[in-house]
């Protein structure tokens, strides 16, 4: 079994295009998390999945390993899945999925997901989620997830989730989109039809749940910067500048 990482990245976010190659700190974000994406430990490869050439000829400046996508793929999970098609990787594998906009990303948590995902037999997919502050919970950007006591996600939504009715039991939690995949339940996911709750919310992982499929929530500690709009830049770049990590890559 060998473990890889997928970094899915596009020119056109609605959001904010361009967004990939935005540089903070000297380097491009999309560098950023290919570097330290890198650094966990036993990796096989790490890969971007892109469907832009701007994207491929930026990443072959660093050494990066491009797979070339379809630019009809619209969701990273997906992009991810065809990119892992194309390299042939095996069924008994793991693919972790790492978006492209979590510059700060820490190797610690790669490799957290990786051992939670294996631990858990039940599960063929997870997502790390972390503590949410209440800016963070009010944040459409940011996506809330509501999760059981065997920690299987019940459902994620870009609203404040769950309603906090008793105040002394606040749990305000958001994703962090650090998600490993089995990489035969991988494809399968592909083949997924998309259904009502994931177009009304734009969240991947809800296609999973609509389809009865559990999904694992793999509590990190770890701060996470996530650059969603232009906004968000300044912020990352401000963290970026203090992290431990900058000086090793």
């Given at each position: 079994?060998?473990i890889?990482?997928?970094?899915?990245?596009?020119m056109?976010?609605?959001?904010?295009?361009?967004?990939p190659?935005?540089?903070?700190?000297?380097?491009?974000?999309?560098?950023?998390?290919?570097?330290r994406?890198?650094?966990?430990?036993?990796?096989?490869?790490?890969?971007i999945?892109?469907?832009?050439?701007?994207?491929?000829?930026?990443?072959?400046?660093?050494?990066?390993?491009?797979?070339?996508?379809?630019?009809?793929i619209?969701?990273?999970?997906?992009?991810?899945?065809?990119?892992?098609?194309?390299m042939?990787?095996?069924?008994?594998?793991?693919?972790?999925?790492?978006?492209?906009?979590?510059?700060?990303?820490?190797?610690?948590m790669?490799?957290?997901?990786?051992?939670?995902?294996l631990?858990n037999?039940?599960?063929?997919?997870?997502?790390?989620?972390?503590?949410?502050?209440?800016?963070?919970?009010?944040?459409?950007?940011?996506?809330?997830?509501?999760?059981?006591?065997?920690?299987?996600?019940?459902?994620?939504?870009?609203?404040p989730?769950?309603?906090?009715?008793?105040?002394?039991?606040?749990?305000?939690?958001?994703?962090?989109?650090?998600?490993p995949?089995?990489?035969?339940?991988?494809?399968?996911?592909?083949a997924?039809?998309?259904?009502?709750?994931?177009?009304?919310?734009?969240?991947?992982?809800?296609?999973?749940?609509?389809?009865?499929?559990?999904?694992?929530?793999?509590?990190?500690?770890?701060?996470?910067?996530?650059?969603?709009?232009?906004?968000?830049?300044?912020?990352?770049?401000?963290?970026?500048?203090?992290d431990?990590?900058?000086?090793?890559?």
């Amino acid at each position: 079994m060998r473990i890889h990482v997928g970094i899915p990245a596009r020119m056109g976010a609605s959001r904010f295009p361009g967004k990939p190659l935005a540089r903070i700190a000297g380097k491009s974000m999309l560098e950023h998390v290919y570097r330290r994406s890198s650094l966990a430990k036993n990796i096989s490869s790490v890969f971007i999945a892109t469907c832009d050439n701007e994207i491929a000829d930026s990443a072959a400046q660093y050494g990066a390993q491009v797979v070339m996508t379809d630019p009809k793929i619209m969701r990273p999970g997906l992009r991810v899945a065809a990119a892992a098609k194309t390299m042939k990787i095996k069924d008994e594998d793991i693919v972790v999925i790492v978006q492209g906009d979590e510059p700060l990303v820490h190797p610690e948590m790669i490799e957290s997901a990786v051992s939670e995902i294996l631990a858990n037999e039940g599960f063929n997919l997870g997502t790390l989620i972390g503590r949410a502050t209440e800016e963070e919970f009010l944040d459409i950007n940011e996506v809330k997830v509501v999760f059981n006591d065997k920690n299987q996600i019940l459902y994620m939504s870009r609203s404040p989730i769950p309603f906090e009715m008793n105040t002394n039991l606040t749990s305000r939690y958001k994703q962090v989109a650090i998600m490993p995949f089995r990489a035969a339940y991988l494809q399968r996911f592909q083949a997924l039809e998309p259904r009502k709750n994931e177009l009304i919310e734009s969240i991947e992982l809800i296609r999973a749940i609509e389809n009865g499929d559990k999904v694992l929530a793999i509590i990190t500690n770890r701060s996470n910067v996530s650059v969603d709009t232009p906004e968000g830049l300044a912020e990352a770049e401000l963290a970026m500048l203090k992290d431990e990590l900058l000086g090793s890559y």
